[in-house]
């Protein structure tokens, strides 16, 4: 990503981000819509409306991983998050590809971005407020991406930021260094400026995250901010209680002509956790809930009824929600450290036993050859190294590669899964997968909200209890090849806590296809290099692609304007209204 070819892609996205800014809507997301019908929310707005008022009825099963926006790595939550935080730039709320596109939020329009494409500098909207009524300045901005350094205290959320702004000033937040960040400068309460080290295309969509959210400092409570954070957006928190549920109410202090993007039609927002997800079928049918929190899909016994009622399956939609359903084999516990132990499982699985046990062809997905999934440039429907595309497993290849491994009669391992239904189907047709071959794996349940942070996401935890495979599902955190690949699969970012590159991989020849295609400015060139990191990838064995996810997510009919956002490939949350 260097000079001349920098700047014309850097001045592509200025002028859509811009363009996003000058479109002229009747009504945020407003576009004309239809009355229903199966799958219409994927291009459409179903039951447009504007009308105001009422409650919006949501469950989950599980509570969320942080209500702290710095520390939440969960798109349904980022989805949620919209509701009571704003950022500098924000996905617009629109059907289609349209939701792709980024389109300014806390800023008044899209960034000016220098001939080098190194600075990026933005100025705030006037008349935005906290829920206090004290004005959102740039210093706000600046220290909430500032904590996001402190990582030993607020751990678990996306590292971007780190990554591309401490350039070797090792900084470790507001409270230990309270010179701030030099590569961020606020020379007044309007504007804020980003300084680069090298160009990096992709930066705005890092300013799209919850964690480039701003905190005022006054306020910010550090770890415990979670428990009430301060909200930007058009609503605030009346209520939280861990592991039982939220209310979120109006924020007087927000601005409707300030807010280009979210409708904020419900009065109120309630979300009931520990929901059990039958129950959350059992309500969605009869009416009494409105939408499913995580937007997961209804359960297994739930599909037909739907499926095969007309007047069901109208009011429901199945989007490709952008996660692929994958196993991560720690190289780091034995016999795991040996390829040969990793290609055995990659042959054994039944990988159609994996797709019924997620739902079928219909809700459960199409079945991975590849890691990357559809819709991100870069994927190659042709990568199927281990010729798992049919589904079926090749216990005679598994068993070959068991004995290159010096395991002929098998091994055992710890399979390592949340405790949710569909996580636990699967694990259990991997577990019967594994044992045809002489391979015997326990599967070892937790809760989804510890998962992925104190779980398997502490490498020291994963040795301790010997996970060999953990399950688990990623998306893009924005749409491209760097928003899905780094976090997984870079050895650079392997973390003692919050750890996402589960399989521990830490391959040199990887690492440098990473940094070649993140420094690519021609879109063709840099999705060869984005299939180029899929395939080395996959030449590890350390990675298991299961399934491109899909869902099946059934509507209340008094749901109004339900589309789904491509961003997020679940429904736009910061749209939805109630008749």
Request: hydrophobic share 40%.
């Amino acid at each position: 990503m260097r000079q001349v070819k920098i700047t014309r892609c850097l001045l592509a996205l200025s002028l859509t981000l811009a363009a996003g800014a000058c479109a002229k809507k009747d009504e945020p997301g407003g576009e004309g819509g239809t009355g229903g019908g199966f799958n219409a929310g994927l291009t459409e707005v179903v039951n447009p409306s504007t009308a105001s008022g009422g409650t919006l009825k949501l469950a989950s099963a599980h509570d969320v991983d942080s209500w702290d926006p710095t520390r939440s790595y969960v798109t349904a939550v980022y989805n949620l998050q919209r509701l009571y935080v704003r950022t500098l730039l924000t996905p617009d709320a629109k059907p289609g590809a349209d939701g792709l596109k980024l389109v300014p939020d806390l800023a008044a329009a899209a960034p000016t971005i220098s001939a080098d494409g190194l600075t990026y500098t933005f100025t705030l909207r006037d008349g935005i407020r906290f829920e206090d009524g004290s004005p959102i300045t740039s210093k706000d901005v600046r220290h909430g991406i500032e904590r996001l350094f402190a990582q030993e205290e607020l751990s678990g959320g996306p590292t971007y930021l780190i990554d591309q702004l401490d350039q070797g000033q090792h900084y470790r937040g507001p409270w230990a260094d309270s010179t701030g960040l030099r590569s961020i400068a606020t020379p007044d309460d309007r504007t804020v400026t980003f300084k680069l080290a090298e160009p990096f295309a992709d930066f705005p969509y890092l300013l799209a995250m919850g964690v480039a959210a701003p905190v005022p400092a006054a306020k910010d409570t550090g770890a415990k901010y979670g428990d009430k954070p301060v909200a930007s957006g058009p609503y605030r928190f009346e209520s939280i209680e861990p592991g039982k549920g939220a209310v979120l109410v109006r924020n007087d202090a927000w601005d409707r002509a300030t807010d280009t993007v979210r409708r904020a039609l419900p009065d109120r927002v309630e979300l009931v956790i520990g929901t059990d997800p039958n129950e959350i079928d059992r309500q969605l049918l009869d009416g009494t809930l409105d939408a499913d929190a995580g937007q997961g899909g209804v359960q297994a016994a739930t599909q037909p009824k739907i499926l095969l009622d007309p007047a069901l399956k109208a009011r429901a939609d199945e989007p490709t929600t952008g996660f692929v359903q994958y196993a991560a084999m720690s190289t780091a516990v034995p016999p795991f450290d040996n390829v040969h132990c990793r290609r055995a499982v990659q042959y054994a699985v039944d990988k159609t036993a994996v797709q019924t046990a997620r739902g079928g062809p219909d809700a459960g997905g199409d079945i991975a050859g590849g890691m990357l999934p559809p819709g991100i440039p870069g994927h190659d429907p042709g990568l199927d190294p281990f010729q798992s595309g049919g589904g079926a497993p090749q216990p005679q290849k598994a068993k070959e590669e068991l004995a290159a491994c010096g395991r002929p009669d098998g091994f055992e391992t710890v399979i390592a899964a949340t405790d949710s239904p569909r996580a636990g189907k699967t694990a259990e047709a991997i577990q019967a997968s594994l044992a045809a071959v002489g391979i015997k794996a326990r599967i070892e349940a937790s809760d989804p909200s510890l998962y992925a942070r104190q779980v398997v996401g502490s490498p020291s935890n994963v040795h301790a209890k010997g996970y060999g495979l953990i399950l688990s599902a990623w998306s893009a955190d924005f749409p491209t090849g760097y928003g899905f690949f780094p976090t997984l699969v870079d050895g650079r970012l392997i973390l003692p806590n919050g750890n996402n590159n589960y399989a521990e991989l830490s391959d040199a020849a990887i690492n440098d296809l990473i940094d070649r295609a993140r420094a690519t400015t021609d879109p063709v060139a840099g999705a060869k290099l984005w299939s180029q990191v899929d395939a080395a990838v996959m030449d590890t064995a350390a990675m298991l692609p299961l399934t491109y996810d899909k869902v099946l997510n059934y509507r209340n009919p008094r749901l109004t304007n339900v589309f789904v956002n491509q961003y997020y490939g679940m429904w736009d949350a910061t749209a939805l209204g109630v008749a």
